[in-house]
């Protein structure tokens, strides 16, 4: 059996840190991620004894270890990942959530959804052919989705006798592509291979010249704390509470998660759209009363005036409102294989607990996103598209750039007639 940490308070209070994985087709992230579960103990033995079994039927030399994670039948029988895919696993240090995502390019929107809660993006490499289209294609959509953290893996070594020049090369390749973009603030290239476990939890013996962290040490260390935005103070109204009993008969709480900043009973508070203005008289959390609520907490917020407030309204400070506007400009990736998005289209947007009528006045370009030039004279976006767009909304949006917020900055466009999400939106 593997050695579980028993959930205690000091485990939920645990730091968590979602990451997620990209490299095209058999850079080795599915093995990758069966090595990270397997050498850090966090699988059963019944599971082991299941992949050695399958291992040996298909005939494999090694232990396949990308049996652990490839779920999907059709996966297996591939030897491909298709859908996004969550594991979880945690050690001491930390709890960790791995969106496994796929690397073909027909599949750049499950990409986007599994990097858009991301705090760190795993970037996979196949030491022998070094950068690729594809390595510049998830470098850019972890860039745009603000993606602050990058662990470029060169995996393979022990394909090209752990040669610390072909690794240099790559690394000088990658940052290259990577100085052409705006976001990434921490890249930690590692030298690993998945298949024997070289730097991946354990030190390589192999590539002694390789000083730095190995993958999981990095990954329980890297710190992420500033990645939240605590100076925007943003609460959206998601539920307006009222018992109705007689214990709390005057009880009108707002219920929400918190989206930025940081907030304490007594704090002056302006309330959006309607600008009315009030004091925070108490912020109930899960086990009571709290002194403070701060980014990603979920609370109850109770008010010292009685003012109309709804779900999609925006709780925020006075001197520092979000944006107020019925015009955005947004980068969007098109989700939809049915539809395709041409300027005029019609659709609900969903933002925050908020959703509005809402009109694409204007297709500015496309991406094309293996070489990060514009496509102006095209209009229409079909599924993986990314571009940017106008849009108008048929009432004021409470918003931030996607830049300073990741939750206020970021929405889904609905189809009304078929209740699809046809794109997900980063607002400039």
């Known amino acids: 059996m593997s050695h579980e940490i028993p959930i205690d308070d000091g485990y939920l209070d645990m730091d968590l840190l979602r990451f997620t994985t990209a490299g095209s087709v058999d850079d080795g992230k599915s093995t990758l991620i069966g090595r990270l579960l397997y050498d850090s103990k966090n699988t059963f033995e019944d599971q082991i004894e299941a992949v050695e079994a399958t291992s040996k039927k298909r005939g494999d030399e090694h232990v ?51 990097a858009s809660t991301a705090n760190l993006a795993i970037i996979l490499i196949d030491a022998r052919t070094g950068v690729i289209e594809q390595t510049c294609r998830h470098a850019f959509i972890a860039d745009l989705l ?3 953290h990058v662990i470029v893996a060169v995996n393979k070594m022990d394909l090209v006798e752990h040669s610390e020049e072909r690794f240099n090369e790559i690394v000088a390749q990658f940052k290259e592509f990577a100085s052409r973009l705006n976001n990434i603030v921490d890249m930690t290239p590692i030298p690993i291979s998945a298949l024997h476990g070289d730097n991946v939890v354990d030190k390589s013996t192999n590539m002694d010249w390789y000083e730095g962290p190995t993958l999981l040490y990095h990954l329980e260390n890297v710190y992420i704390g500033s990645d939240q935005n605590h100076v925007d103070a943003r609460f959206p109204v998601q539920w307006v509470i009222r018992p109705h009993s007689d214990e709390h008969h005057d009880f009108r709480g707002y219920a929400g998660r918190v989206a930025g900043g940081v907030f304490k ?24 009363q709290e002194s403070e609520a701060f980014a990603p907490l979920s609370c109850t917020i109770t008010l010292e005036d009685e003012i109309d407030i709804s779900r999609g309204d925006m709780i925020s400070k006075p001197n520092n409102p979000p944006k107020k506007d019925q015009l955005i400009e947004a980068m969007i990736c098109w989700f939809s294989e049915d539809s395709q998005l041409s300027p005029r289209s019609k659709y609900i947007l ?6 509005v009528k809402a009109v694409v006045q204007e297709v500015r370009y496309k991406v ?15 599924l993986n598209e990314i571009g940017r767009v106008s849009i108008r909304t048929s009432a ?15 929405f889904v466009l609905i189809d009304a007639q078929t209740n699809e999400t046809v794109a997900a939106g980063m607002i400039v």
């Open 64 to 114: 396949n270890l990308a049996l652990l994670t490839d779920g999907l039948r059709a996966e297996r029988e591939q030897g491909i990942t298709i859908d996004v895919a969550y594991r979880y696993f945690a050690t001491p240090k930390r709890k960790f959530i791995i969106a496994d995502t796929p690397g073909h390019i027909q599949y750049t929107r499950n990409m986007v959804t599994g």
């Open 146 to 148: 603000r993606i602050r």
């Open 265 to 288: 009973p007594g704090d002056d508070v302006i309330v959006q759209p309607s600008g009315f203005t009030t004091k925070i008289k108490a912020i109930e959390g899960f086990k009571g």
């Open 350 to 355: 969903r933002h925050t607990t908020n959703e």
């Open 368 to 382: 094309n996103i293996n070489t990060l030039h514009k496509i102006e004279d095209d209009k229409t976006f079909t």
């Open 396 to 410: 004021p949006l409470l918003f931030d750039s996607y830049r300073r917020n990741r939750t206020t900055g970021s």
